[in-house]
């Protein structure tokens, strides 16, 4: 029933920063756990990171210390914050409900290149 509508992507250089936004709408999202994924043609789709109703997050390995994700309840919107970009991390991003996904967005492209 809810429904997500990612932004923020686009092209940055190596070492630049982006800021992803994912606006949920048809529910309120207070009390789910809200995630980033990301995928590559051809790839699976994999968690980038995850926030719980807590504020609990956690992260992929190679995004640790360069990405952090956050929440605005009363805006029903999650982020992600994309800092010290690297051209491994260009992919389609996509937001998502659940700790085990049950809805996701359309997703919003993020490529890193010089």
């Known amino acids: 029933q809810v429904q997500l509508v990612e932004s923020g992507g686009g092209l940055v250089q190596p070492g630049g920063s982006l800021r992803l936004s994912c606006v949920a709408s048809?529910?309120?999202?207070?009390?789910?756990?809200m995630g980033w994924y990301r995928q590559v043609p051809g790839k699976e789709r994999n968690l980038v990171a995850r926030?719980?109703?807590?504020?609990?997050?956690d992260y992929a390995d190679s995004v640790k210390g360069r990405f952090a994700i956050s929440r605005d309840n009363s805006r029903n919107t999650v982020y992600l914050q994309m800092n010290s970009l690297k051209p491994e991390d260009t992919a389609a991003y996509y937001c998502?409900?659940?700790?085990?996904?049950?809805?996701w967005g359309l997703g919003t492209q993020v490529t890193v290149s010089s």
């Open positions: 048809g529910s309120s999202i207070r009390l789910s756990t």
């Open positions: 998502s409900v659940g700790w085990v996904p049950t809805s």
């Open positions: 926030i719980d109703s807590s504020g609990n997050t």
